[in-house]
């Protein structure tokens, strides 16, 4: 039974910062893919950062420099760092988790950047 449970969303103002947390369950976690996507109300859902599983990390343009994403297997847990947000990061975020037969997706969970 594969589950990802994410929380850490929530709002801050513009500048602000956020650590959003995956929970993985243990049976894929070390052998999986993991990333950050997010959607905002009428966009498409869009990748945001990766980290294999060996560590190696992909970030989109638009936050390179500000979002940090970081996996502890110990606690198979997936972390999205997010410093000096902006209103445009407003979105749901999801964490994923692609294995060699499937990919999984969390619930998401809502990040507001506003005064």
């Known amino acids: 039974q594969v589950q990802l449970v994410e929380s850490g969303g929530g709002l801050v103002q513009p500048g602000g910062s956020l650590r959003l947390s995956c929970a993985a369950s243990g049976s894929i976690f070390s052998r999986s893919s993991m990333a950050w996507y997010r959607q905002a109300p009428g966009k498409q859902r869009e990748l945001v950062a990766r980290?294999?599983?060996?560590?190696?990390?992909n970030y989109a343009d638009s936050v390179k420099g500000r979002f940090t994403i970081s996996r502890d297997s110990a606690k198979n847990t997936m972390y999205l760092q997010m410093i000096s947000l902006k209103p445009e990061d407003t979105a749901v975020y999801y964490c994923k988790a692609q294995t060699y037969l499937a990919d999984y997706w969390g619930q998401g969970t809502q990040v507001t950047v506003s005064t």
């Open positions: 980290i294999s599983s060996g560590g190696s990390t």
